[in-house]
Nanobody, 126 residues
Framework: VQLQASGGGLVQAGGSLRLSCAASGRSVSTYVMGWFRQAPGKEREFVAVISWNADTTEYIDSVKGRFTISRDNAKNTVYLQMNSLKPEDTAVYYC????????????????????WGQGTLVTVSS
């Protein structure tokens, strides 16, 4: 499976962006999908996750109430709507697919994701 992340760019603080992660080669409809980010000089961190059937989501505390993860299994695509962006949200954002179908349902552990997209850069100016 290939994951293509897009939608990043330069935005002013308080603005919004919508990231997309389009999967090809195989359906991701039965897999947990996550968004992660890596800021310069920092380790990659979990941002948001959505279960295969979209009934469960989790977010890192710093984005709760501002970011929303969603998925359209018919389009084999996962989204991350980012509102009220802050300079500290600046990072390369990656989408990832869980290791196995249906399990884990949700996870924040990077080691349980087997496929990663190439990343899309989000820059938030103050």
């Amino acid at each position: 499976v290939q994951l293509q992340a897009s939608g990043g760019g330069l935005v002013q603080a308080g603005g919004s962006l919508r990231l997309s992660c389009a999967a090809s080669g195989r359906s991701v409809s039965t897999y947990v999908m996550g968004w992660f980010r890596q800021a310069p000089g920092k380790e990659r961190e979990f941002v948001a996750v959505i279960s295969w059937n979209a009934d469960t989501t989790e977010y890192i505390d710093s984005v709760k109430g501002r970011f929303t993860i969603s998925r359209d299994n018919a389009k084999n695509t996962v989204y991350l709507q980012m509102n009220s962006l802050k300079p500290e949200d600046t990072a390369v954002y990656y989408c990832a697919r869980g290791l196995g179908p249906y399990y884990p349902k949700v996870t924040v552990d990077l080691k349980l994701y087997g496929y990663w997209g190439q990343g899309t850069l989000v820059t938030v100016s103050s």
